[in-house]
């Protein structure tokens, strides 16, 4: 047996030529650490995963937009629909108005009656269920916007222009008039709010004198 001479250690062999540095083991990798080619396949993926988000948003807004217009678009051809059907009835009414005017003429004066009366009050019926509406009373004030003044008079018994007779009735569907009530109306009486006002003034008077030859008004 060959005994080993205490205090030494064995060293590896070291080739002839190589330095102190090369015998020693080199450190193995840290675990966990990335190789840098997987950094950069990381970052390109990130890259991609960026456009992909992008692309997706844009291609979202553009559906969003489409959906938009198309729902405009919807709107407006409703919108355009009714415009028309509202347009076709007026114009249909209009044309029927003169029937209705003698219609009521015939009212008017008791002539109403017997089968005429029934296809006369089914046509109202049938014009009232489009829309059309009547209107135009006698007392009414004047209202230029939906009233038409065929004949003008002075009455001392009105304050303000005032309808007192219907020439032909009004017509609307809905807020459009599509005929003004054509009427008669009249005015205050030139003068009539001076002699009022004049005759207030006059009794005030009279009432005063009349306090001062009783002695004044009697205090409580």
């Given at each position: 047996?060959?005994?080993?001479t205490?205090?030494?250690?064995?060293?590896?062999?070291?080739?002839s030529?190589?330095?102190?540095?090369?015998a020693?083991?080199?450190?193995?990798?840290?675990?966990?650490?990335?190789?840098?080619?997987d950094?950069?396949a990381?970052?390109?993926?990130?890259a991609?995963?960026?456009?992909?988000?992008?692309?997706?948003?844009?291609?979202?807004?553009?559906?969003?937009?489409?959906q938009?217009?198309y729902?405009?678009?919807?709107?407006?051809?409703?919108?355009?629909?009714?415009?028309?059907?509202?347009?076709?009835?007026?114009?249909?009414?209009?044309e029927?108005l003169?029937?209705?005017?003698?219609?009521?003429r015939?009212?008017?004066?008791?002539?109403?009656?017997?089968?005429?009366?029934?296809?006369?009050?089914?046509?109202?019926?049938?014009?009232?269920k489009?829309?059309l509406?009547?209107?135009g009373?006698?007392?009414?004030?004047?209202?230029?916007?939906?009233?038409?003044?065929?004949?003008?008079?002075?009455?001392?018994?009105?304050?303000e222009?005032?309808?007192?007779?219907?020439?032909?009735?009004?017509?609307?569907?809905?807020e459009?008039?599509?005929?003004?009530?054509?009427?008669?109306?009249?005015?205050p009486?030139?003068?009539?709010?001076?002699v009022?006002a004049?005759g207030?003034?006059?009794?005030?008077?009279?009432?005063?004198?009349?306090?001062?030859?009783?002695?004044g008004?009697?205090?409580?």
């Amino acid at each position: 047996m060959t005994e080993e001479t205490p205090g030494f250690e064995e060293k590896p062999d070291v080739p002839s030529g190589a330095t102190p540095e090369d015998a020693e083991p080199k450190a193995a990798p840290e675990e966990g650490a990335a190789p840098a080619g997987d950094v950069h396949a990381d970052a390109g993926l990130v890259a991609q995963l960026d456009q992909v988000r992008t692309a997706l948003g844009e291609r979202t807004a553009d559906l969003q937009r489409l959906q938009a217009e198309y729902a405009n678009y919807r709107r407006r051809v409703e919108r355009d629909r009714i415009a028309v059907k509202e347009i076709a009835v007026a114009n249909l009414l209009t044309e029927l108005l003169p029937v209705l005017d003698d219609i009521g003429r015939a009212r008017e004066h008791g002539e109403l009656v017997g089968g005429f009366k029934s296809v006369a009050e089914s046509l109202e019926t049938v014009a009232a269920k489009m829309g059309l509406q009547q209107f135009g009373k006698e007392g009414e004030p004047f209202d230029p916007t939906i009233h038409e003044a065929l004949m003008h008079s002075y009455a001392p018994d009105v304050t303000e222009t005032t309808c007192v007779a219907i020439l032909q009735p009004g017509y609307r569907i809905g807020e459009r008039t599509i005929r003004p009530a054509r009427v008669a109306v009249a005015e205050p009486q030139p003068g009539a709010q001076t002699v009022k006002a004049e005759g207030a003034e006059e009794n005030t008077e009279a009432a005063e004198a009349d306090d001062k030859e009783n002695g004044g008004p009697e205090e409580g």
